[in-house]
């Protein structure tokens, strides 16, 4: 911690014929010795930061990310994970002093309007759609190394009730489907239509067809998180691509929530895929 003190000198001189007075000293209030208590804040991305320093008039914080406050209490928030410095500037009117202490944040903040989340939403909201173009709907070993099957540009107009889904993604992490009333039933290996016993056919199909437990499937609210290069989506029948495409596995009843690694991702731009142990799922999106 540092004190840093004013001195201030008088000096008076009488000019009729007299010597000067001895100088006199004015003394002045003790430098103050600057504390701040840290506690939680109403997440683990926030702490409340409150000035303790004894007679102070005045704060100045660091916070330790780029962040400046004048704000004797205040509570700082921390998108992004890791170990902080925060410096307090404490003043009195005999000066003022210094002290730091770390705040350490444990995740990132699955909201954050920052990085990926920013590409996602526009820190608002922003749709996407499958790219109209062969190759957006992708199968075949990890790394596609071989393609088993890939949507040809005529397939664009045959799963056209695929190619009109909206996906909304907004910067407070609701992800929200919506099938434009209808979707595309899509069918395993062996050309058996998912999910079996459903009794849809192949194809493009009105959203009616969905049947409960598998209408969680159709148009809905659900919420996503981002964590590095992680895309989760959170909600019993979320998905993304196709509905049979799970996390570890293509599966033939809804899921409480699907990930995807996020290949690339820019303002127009997200391809994702679903990675397993000898196959990948690989879908291409878009949004103007």
Known sequence: MKRYFLAVFVYTAIFSGCTPEQNEKITLPEVPEASFSI???KDAN????????????MSQ????NGTKSTAANLEAYYPLKGTFEVTLYAFNKGGYSTTRKTVTIAQDD??????NIALLSDCSQKVWKLKPSAGSLTVGTPGLTTVYWANSDADV?????????????TSKGVFEYDNKGDFWADTDGSGSVIPAGSGISQGCNPSSAWKAPFDVWGSGKHTFS???????LNGEGAWMGLYKVGTNAEVGSPQKSVEFKIIELSKTKLVIAAVYS???WRFTYESK
Do not use: I, M, Y
């Open 157 to 169: 107009s045959a799963r056209s009730c695929a190619f009109n889904d909206e996906f909304k993604f």
């Open 46 to 57: 926030h702490v409340l930061l409150k000035n303790t320093t004894p007679g102070a008039f």
């Open 278 to 280: 000898s196959l990948e």
């Open 39 to 41: 506690t939680p804040g």
């Open 61 to 64: 914080w660091e916070l330790g």
């Open 226 to 232: 981002v964590n590095g290069d992680k895309l989760t």
């Open 110 to 115: 699955a909201n954050a309007c920052s990085g």
